[in-house]
C-alpha cells in the first residue's frame, strides 16, 4: 500500500485518462466542486454537480511526472489549459509526451479573443502563469527531459 501511495496516481496513465487523476482532488472539495476543473472560456467542457468527473468535464491538462520532491518545483509544469500545439497541430486528448525540445504552443481555441494566442499554467510550486509567446522557453526549462501529460 505505501508503495501505491508513494506513485500518487501514475496507476493511471495505462488508463490515458485525465479525469482519473483528478478524481483524487474531487474529495477535498465541496460537492458542487464542477466549475473548478473548467476554464470559463471553454465552451467544450461543462461543469459537473455530481462527484463524478470525465474528460468531458475537465479544462485542464496534469503532467503526471510530477511529484513533490522533484528539482525545481518553480519551473516544473502541473497542469495547464488543454488547448496545445506542437509544430501548429493541436494535441488530441492523450496521453502525450512532452520533450524539453518540443516546438509548443497554444491555440486559438480557449483564449482565441486575445491578440495573441495565450493559456495559464499551474506550476509545482503553486504559482500560476498566463503565458503567451513565451511556452517554448517554459518547456525547455523543465527540469525532466520528458513529461507524460494527461490531456482531456
Not at 48 to 64: Q, R
Not at 100 to 129: I, Q, Y
Amino acid at each position: 500500500m505505501t508503495m501505491a501511495c508513494s506513485r500518487g496516481t501514475s496507476a493511471f496513465t495505462l488508463i490515458e485518462l485525465p479525469a482519473s487523476h483528478f478524481q483524487t482532488l474531487s474529495n477535498f472539495l465541496t460537492p458542487d466542486f464542477g466549475k473548478a476543473f473548467v476554464c470559463p472560456t471553454d465552451k467544450k467542457k461543462n461543469p459537473t454537480t455530481n462527484s463524478f468527473l470525465t474528460d468531458s468535464n475537465i479544462s485542464y491538462f496534469l503532467n503526471v511526472n510530477a511529484a513533490p520532491l522533484q528539482p525545481n518545483p518553480v519551473t516544473l509544469i502541473l497542469a495547464g489549459d488543454r488547448h496545445l500545439a506542437v509544430a501548429g497541430n493541436p494535441v488530441p486528448p492523450s496521453l502525450f509526451t512532452l520533450t524539453t525540445n518540443a516546438p509548443l504552443s497554444w491555440t486559438r481555441e480557449l483564449h482565441g479573443k486575445m491578440k495573441m494566442p495565450c493559456g495559464m499554467l499551474m506550476f509545482l510550486d503553486g504559482h500560476v502563469e498566463i503565458t503567451r509567446t513565451n511556452l517554448g522557453s517554459l518547456v525547455q526549462r523543465q527540469p525532466l527531459a520528458t513529461n507524460h501529460l494527461a490531456i482531456p
